[in-house]
């Protein structure tokens, strides 16, 4: 009988701790789930699918100042300045923020 390796059993429940979350943000999306799904990608440096939750979180919630501002946060410290402007500009464009008080045009 061959056993799984420690190493193995980390990455198996990794994809299924990921799964669980889809699936979770799927049936009933919030905003905690979102944060902790995006962290968690982020710590595996999968920058590429951290992008399409915030685009997914953003659906869900485009009010969330704290989510643009994340969002774009990571698009400058990947280096992606444009894509952080485009971010900004896109929310400045929204009818109805939770933080107008905000000022989000000073990157």
């Keep these: 009988m ?3 390796s420690d190493s193995d059993l980390m990455v ?3 994809f299924t701790f990921l799964y669980l979350q889809g699936v979770a943000i799927g049936k009933c999306p919030k905003d905690k789930l979102f944060r902790a799904y995006i962290e968690l990608e982020i ?11 915030y685009e997914k979180f953003l659906e869900y919630n485009a009010e969330n100042c704290m989510t643009w501002i994340k969002f774009a946060e990571l698009e400058t410290i990947l280096g992606e300045t ?9 929310a400045t464009q929204q009818a109805r923020l ?6 989000l045009t000073c990157a």
């Design 82 to 90: 444009e894509r952080a402007r485009a971010i900004y500009d896109l």
């Design 12 to 14: 198996l429940c990794i």
């Design 98 to 103: 939770d933080m107008p008080e905000v000022n």
């Design 2 to 4: 061959v056993m799984p």
């Design 43 to 53: 710590q595996l440096r999968e920058f590429e699918r951290c992008r399409i939750l």
